[in-house]
Structure formats: structure tokens, C-alpha cells
């Protein structure tokens, strides 16, 4: 009893345990145990899974598998093809689809001839056993008779009696022994035949590759680049996803082949027509896009698809892999500086189309708008048609550049007449009075007498949605921004758009994201020559390119925001496009600024005599406050509007360009500010002298502004 006691309490006195006791674990950590096991476990599965030893031992199984699967799946159809007249019917089919009735004709003759004979074929098995056994009779007698006549000739010969049955024992010995080797041999025959079948159905698999891309190997399953055949390219259109161009395809005698045109190089890629089966239209194959670049091997980007002018037909542009990510070189007005410009019948210099070719714009009488995402070099491909048309020196510019961040810089100083830079309301007013002087212009010639010649006169505005945009309002309450008709900068640019061309006074616009609020519809259908980068949706391609060219499949909202820079779709009769597609696609040269300050001092160099005015500062230096009371003469109170006219009968360069809102800007807050009077903006002579008497001595100097 004493032994199985256990002492509350340990004799200070006893030996020390050699070993501590191991405690029992806690009913309550065993979950946590399992919880933390098991997901140790799953953590090693997941990576046993996902290991590329894994993986590439899956594909090597599938691709194996796949290659028996696929071998019985052609010998199945082989032996089809062979036994029926299925082949015949595919080939009857395919000549009536393409309308080549002779040879439907000549088909249709080959299957009846085919059935003929398989009826012959069919009614002969019939009387095989018959004849079977009657041919096996006389067989048999016929060999009987033989070895016994052979037997008796070796008995006389050799005066032995047996030997007569000699022949028939020598062939019953050789059957003996036929079977004999038959019986060895069946066993691993019948082991062997079935895995002899699976390695000959494996061959035939392995030779049509019918397994799918994922299962071959690495260096296999990257086929990007891969050269563009008749039967990928056929292959590529029946795997769309298309139900009617997938049965039809499988319908032609030649698998799809007679859909495709001749392969032609074109540039740094392929381009093919193909001819759709009835029941498909163009449209289901542009809409899948995405699709048939993938089944290409290609990427969107590289793919491009265009209606010519044959029905049921799409041009595909195929692209070698990765060739448009390389650059297309300089432009030519930095490779040769003899370069010269013609408005009336040169062409510009501009890039390259997608086949390799040089892409020339003319841009005579036409007038030019350009649109796409920020920062897509939507300025620089403006701008270099500029810096060409420069070259021409009877052209004159007249520019405002609504950003102000020094992209036109360089026009500056004999280049262009009118530069404007600057992102403000008042940059954008004195762009819309530039716009109006366009106009002005333009009536002028309109009224000058027959047959006058004028030399051309290039408006340009870039970054123009912010002029759309603009809420600054004139002192006869006329917005310059908006779309409506009281609008100053809207109905300017659509009065050079409707008569402006006949008398070679044009206009080009940038602009950038377009909506129907910053890009309205009748200025957009204005432009002769629409160019447009990369958008960010189909619709606003609509707005920069029309309906027409959309459908026709220019599609800049596919193009790569950010790697397809310079990259633009052109819809225009100034440059060379396909015959019967609605646009083209171009790879501008890029001219980068310093460059572009350099063919700019050659233009220069051929100009003489222009001066530059800018929006900010006049060319003249004047005391505007001294000149305002000069003006007001000894009246009392004068109209804003006869003051500005006085002021231009003063010094037409100085205040020629003058609005309500730089007469605002020179009074304001010299307590002779423009007023009402009778409803009307006035200005009073005893306030201005005031003010020009109180003013400090420092500012009776001060610049026109």
C-alpha cells in the first residue's frame, strides 16, 4: 500500500531527479497542434504542386496522353475518309461554296463512282463463303494430288515404297511446327500488340501535333514570332469562336485554304485577305480582335484589321513580333538640311505606315485637327508638320499655344506673326481675338477682286479644349468658350471652316481627350485631315476620327497608352491610304525640341523681315493710361468701345488687338475703372486724368500690355 502512495511533499533531503518528468500535453493545445500540422501539411502540398519540376512533369504527361488521343482521333477519321464518301462530300461542298461547278461536277462523278464500286465490293462478300469453300476444296484436292504425284516420282526414283508419302509428311512436319512457333509467339504478342498500337497512334499524335500549346515544352510553347503560314492563319480564324466560320471552314474540301489570298510581305509584317463564307460578316471578326492576335501568337497591338473594298473580305496587317516597339528612325528634316517645303504640292515628311513605308501628309487647303490622351506626343507630331511647312516662306503662322509650358518656343523671333502661350482666360481671349483675326483676314480676301492670289495663312491652336472651356465672358455678355452660337471662339473657327479653304487661310487644332463639351461636334466634322493618338474608348474615336473610318477599322482606342507614343490613325484625302479602307495608321518621327529649335533657325534663315507680337507685351513701349486720356479728347464721357477704336486710330500695333478686358486691366484699380451709364460701359475723362496725376512717376512709363 505504501508504494502506491505519492508524498504531498518532497524530502528536502532526497537525491535530485537525474530527469525532469515530461508533461502530458493539455487536452486543450491539441487542436491547435493538429491546426498547425495540417497547415504545415497543405503549405508543402502547395508547394510540391506548384514546383516547376511539377508542372513539367503534368505537361509532359498531358502532352503524351494527348499525342494517343489525337493519333486515334486521325487514324478514326482516316479510316472514315476511307471507308465512306465523306471525302468526296467535303470536296463537293467546298467547289459549290467557292461557285466552281465543274469541279462540284467532277466530284459528284467521283462519288458515284465510289459508291458503284463499294456496292460491288458489298454484294461480292456476300458470296465469299460459297466461294470460299468450293476455292478450299479444289485447293485442297489440287495439293493432295501434287505432293502424292511428287511422292511417287521420289519412290521410282529412289525404289522406296514410302517414300511416296514423303511431300505429305514434310508438309504436315512444317505445319506442326507453325503452330508450334504460333503458340510460343501468341502470349507476348498478345502482351506486346495492344502497347505496339498505342506507340503507332502515339507516332501518328506526335507528327500532327495535336497536343495542345500548354503542354509542350518551354522553348516549344514560345512560338511569338513564329513565321505566318496558310494553315495558322486558317487555324487562327476558325478557333474565334465563330459557330458559322468554324462549320464552314470544316465543310471545305482544302480545310479553309481557299479563304486566304496570297501571304504578302508588308513592311515589318504579313498582310492577307481573306474571303469570309457566307453567313459571316466582317464585323464578327473585327469585334474578335483580342482573339485572333492571341491565336496568332501575337499581341493586340500587333494585329490590325481593315475592310478593303471586296465583299466579305478582311485585310489583316500581322506585325513580326516586337517589331513595333522598335523606334523608325529620324525624320528626314534632321537627316538632310536641304530639305524644302511646298504648301501647294509638297507633302511632309512624316513617319511611316505600318507596311514600312514612307507616310507624306499634304496639308494644302485642308484644315487639321489632331486629338488623343495627354501626354501621347500629340504636339510634337503637330508640331512637326509645322517645322516642314516652315521651310515654305511665303507661309505665314499664326500661333496659340493654350499649355504655355515653351513647346512652341521656337517660332518665336521670325517664324511665326502671331505666338501665344499661356494657359489662363486671358491667353485664351487673346487666342480667340487671334481666331477672329483670322477671320477678318479671311473676308478680306474673299472680297478682294477675282483671280487675287494670296499666300497661305496658318492658324494653329494647340491644347484648343481649353478655349472651349474658357468661362470668361466680353462686355457684350458673348462667352468665348462653349459650342453655342453666341460663342466667339466656337463661331470663329467654324467661319474659317466654311469658307476659309477657298482663300488659303486655314486652320489647325490639338486637342486632348475628346468630349462633345471640349471638342464639339460641327468644329470636329470641320477638319479636312482628322489624326487622332491613343483614346481611352471607342466612342471618343467616333468623335476624333467619324463613324466611317471606326467602321472601316481605325480603332486608336486599341493603341498602347504610353509605348504607342507618336502612334497615330489618320483619316484625311492628303495622305496615301489602301484602296478601300477609311484610314491609315502612322508612326510619327519624333522631332524633340532642340532638334525642332534647329530646323526652326533653318527656316529662319529663309524669312526675312517678320516680327513676332506675343500676348503678353506689345512691341512698342507706351504709356497706356496717358494714351487713354489722349484719346478721350475733351468729352466728358466716352463709350469703352469708341475708346478702343480711338486707341487703334492712335497706334494700330500697339492697341490693333485690344479688347474690353485689356482696357479693364490697365484702369483697374486706378479708381478710373469703365462704368454703366444708360446701360452702356463708359469711361469718364476726369477720373482717368485724376488717376494719371495721382499715379507715381515710377509707372508713367509702363508697357502697353
Given at each position: 500500500m505504501t508504494d502506491n502512495v505519492v508524498p504531498l511533499f518532497k524530502n528536502p533531503q532526497s537525491p535530485p531527479d537525474t530527469a525532469p518528468a515530461a508533461s502530458p500535453t493539455l487536452p486543450s493545445e491539441a487542436p491547435a497542434e493538429r491546426v498547425r500540422v495540417w497547415r504545415?501539411?497543405?503549405?508543402?502540398?502547395?508547394?510540391?504542386?506548384?514546383?516547376?519540376?511539377?508542372?513539367?512533369?503534368?505537361?509532359?504527361?498531358?502532352?503524351?496522353?494527348?499525342?494517343?488521343?489525337g493519333g486515334t482521333r486521325v487514324m478514326a477519321k482516316r479510316t472514315w475518309d476511307g471507308r465512306t464518301g465523306s471525302r468526296y462530300e467535303r470536296m463537293l461542298r467546298a467547289a459549290e461554296a467557292a461557285g466552281n461547278w465543274e469541279e462540284a461536277k467532277e466530284w459528284e462523278d467521283r462519288l458515284t463512282r465510289f459508291r458503284a464500286a463499294r456496292h460491288h465490293r458489298r454484294m461480292d462478300l456476300l458470296k465469299a463463303p460459297l466461294d470460299l469453300a468450293k476455292s478450299a476444296a479444289v485447293g485442297t484436292g489440287l495439293t493432295v494430288g501434287s505432293l502424292l504425284a511428287l511422292g511417287i516420282v521420289l519412290a521410282i526414283a529412289n525404289k522406296d515404297i514410302t517414300?511416296?508419302?514423303?511431300?505429305?509428311?514434310?508438309?504436315?512436319?512444317?505445319?506442326g511446327w507453325i503452330v508450334y512457333i504460333a503458340t510460343v509467339v501468341w502470349g507476348p504478342a498478345i502482351v506486346l500488340g495492344p502497347w505496339l498500337g498505342l506507340l503507332a497512334l502515339w507516332g501518328v499524335g506526335r507528327h500532327q501535333q495535336t497536343a495542345p500549346q500548354w503542354t509542350l515544352p518551354a522553348q516549344q510553347r514560345?512560338?511569338?514570332?513564329?513565321?505566318?503560314?496558310?494553315?495558322?492563319?486558317?487555324?487562327a480564324l476558325r478557333d474565334l469562336g465563330i459557330a458559322p466560320l468554324r462549320k464552314a471552314?470544316?465543310?471545305?474540301?482544302?480545310?479553309?485554304?481557299?479563304?486566304?489570298?496570297?501571304?504578302?510581305?508588308?513592311?515589318?509584317?504579313?498582310?492577307?485577305?481573306?474571303?469570309?463564307?457566307?453567313?459571316?460578316?466582317?464585323?464578327?471578326?473585327?469585334?474578335?480582335?483580342?482573339?485572333?492576335?492571341?491565336?496568332?501568337?501575337?499581341?493586340?497591338?500587333?494585329?490590325?484589321i481593315t475592310i478593303p473594298t471586296a465583299a466579305r473580305t478582311v485585310r489583316l496587317w500581322i506585325a513580326d513580333s516586337g517589331a513595333l516597339d522598335e523606334p523608325i528612325g529620324p525624320s528626314p528634316l534632321m537627316l538632310d538640311e536641304t530639305v524644302t517645303a511646298n504648301y501647294k504640292t509638297g507633302k511632309a515628311p512624316w513617319g511611316q505606315d505600318l507596311r514600312g513605308d514612307a507616310a507624306t501628309l499634304s496639308v494644302f487647303q485642308r484644315m487639321l485637327l489632331i486629338t488623343g490622351l495627354s501626354n501621347q506626343g500629340k504636339t510634337a507630331a503637330l508640331r512637326a508638320l509645322a517645322l516642314w511647312l516652315a521651310l515654305d516662306r511665303t507661309v505665314e503662322f499664326r500661333i496659340a499655344d493654350l499649355k504655355g509650358v515653351g513647346d512652341w518656343d521656337m517660332f518665336d523671333g521670325g517664324l511665326?506673326?502671331?505666338?501665344?502661350?499661356?494657359?489662363?482666360?486671358?491667353?485664351?481671349?487673346?487666342?480667340?481675338?487671334?481666331?477672329?483675326?483670322?477671320?477678318?483676314?479671311?473676308?478680306?480676301?474673299?472680297?478682294?477682286?477675282?483671280?487675287?492670289?494670296?499666300?497661305?495663312?496658318?492658324?494653329?491652336?494647340?491644347?484648343?479644349?481649353?478655349?472651349?472651356?474658357c468661362p470668361a465672358i466680353d462686355d457684350k455678355k458673348r462667352p468665348y468658350g462653349g459650342s453655342k452660337a453666341t460663342s466667339r471662339y466656337f463661331m470663329a473657327v467654324r467661319k474659317i471652316h466654311n469658307q476659309g479653304r477657298a482663300v488659303d487661310v486655314l486652320l489647325w487644332e490639338g486637342t486632348q481627350d475628346p468630349t462633345d463639351q471640349n471638342l464639339p461636334k460641327l468644329v470636329r466634322e470641320g477638319a479636312?485631315?482628322?489624326?487622332?493618338?491613343?483614346?481611352?474608348?471607342e466612342s471618343q474615336a467616333r468623335m476624333a476620327l467619324g463613324d466611317k473610318a471606326v467602321d472601316g477599322g481605325a480603332a486608336p482606342h486599341l493603341l498602347r497608352q504610353?509605348?504607342?507614343?507618336?502612334?497615330?490613325?489618320?483619316?484625311?484625302?492628303?495622305?496615301?491610304?489602301?484602296?478601300?479602307?477609311?484610314?491609315?495608321?502612322?508612326r510619327t518621327h519624333y522631332i524633340d525640341t532642340d532638334q525642332a529649335a534647329e530646323v526652326a533657325q533653318r527656316a529662319k534663315a529663309l524669312r526675312a523681315g517678320i516680327t513676332t507680337t506675343s500676348a503678353a507685351e506689345p512691341q512698342e513701349q507706351r504709356?497706356?493710361?496717358?494714351?487713354?486720356?489722349?484719346?478721350?479728347?475733351?468729352?466728358?464721357r466716352v463709350l469703352t468701345q469708341d475708346v478702343l477704336k480711338r486707341l487703334t486710330a492712335l497706334n494700330e500695333k500697339a492697341y490693333g488687338g485690344w479688347s474690353f478686358i485689356d482696357l479693364k486691366r490697365v484702369l483697374d484699380g486706378t479708381g478710373a475703372e469703365p462704368y454703366k451709364s444708360e446701360g452702356r460701359m463708359t469711361l469718364a475723362r476726369e477720373r482717368v486724368a485724376r488717376a494719371l496725376t495721382n499715379r507715381p512717376d515710377e509707372g508713367s512709363a509702363s508697357a502697353a500690355e
Open positions: 504545415r501539411t497543405v503549405r508543402e502540398l502547395r508547394a510540391v504542386v506548384a514546383h516547376e519540376r511539377t508542372r513539367t512533369a503534368a505537361r509532359l504527361v498531358a502532352r503524351h496522353g494527348m499525342y494517343v488521343i517414300d511416296v508419302i514423303a511431300p505429305i509428311a514434310a508438309v504436315i512436319d512444317t505445319i514560345d512560338d511569338a514570332g513564329a513565321p505566318i503560314t496558310p494553315s495558322i492563319v486558317v487555324t471552314i470544316k465543310e471545305m474540301g482544302d480545310v479553309g485554304a481557299a479563304m486566304l489570298g496570297p501571304i504578302r510581305i508588308a513592311g515589318c509584317g504579313v498582310e492577307v485577305d481573306v474571303t469570309l463564307p457566307s453567313g459571316v460578316s466582317t464585323a464578327e471578326v473585327q469585334g474578335r480582335r483580342r482573339k485572333l492576335a492571341e491565336n496568332l501568337a501575337r499581341h493586340e497591338h500587333e494585329v490590325f511665326a506673326t502671331t505666338l501665344i502661350q499661356g494657359p489662363t482666360d486671358d491667353h485664351v481671349i487673346k487666342a480667340t481675338e487671334m481666331v477672329e483675326g483670322l477671320v477678318a483676314e479671311m473676308e478680306r480676301r474673299i472680297q478682294a477682286p477675282p483671280g487675287t492670289v494670296f499666300t497661305p495663312l496658318i492658324g494653329i491652336v494647340d491644347e484648343a479644349q481649353v478655349a472651349f472651356m479636312h485631315t482628322r489624326i487622332s493618338l491613343v483614346l481611352g474608348t504610353g509605348l504607342d507614343k507618336g502612334t497615330v490613325v489618320v483619316a484625311s484625302d492628303g495622305i496615301t491610304i489602301p484602296a478601300g479602307q477609311a484610314s491609315i495608321t502612322v504709356d497706356p493710361l496717358a494714351d487713354i486720356l489722349t484719346v478721350l479728347g475733351t468729352d466728358a
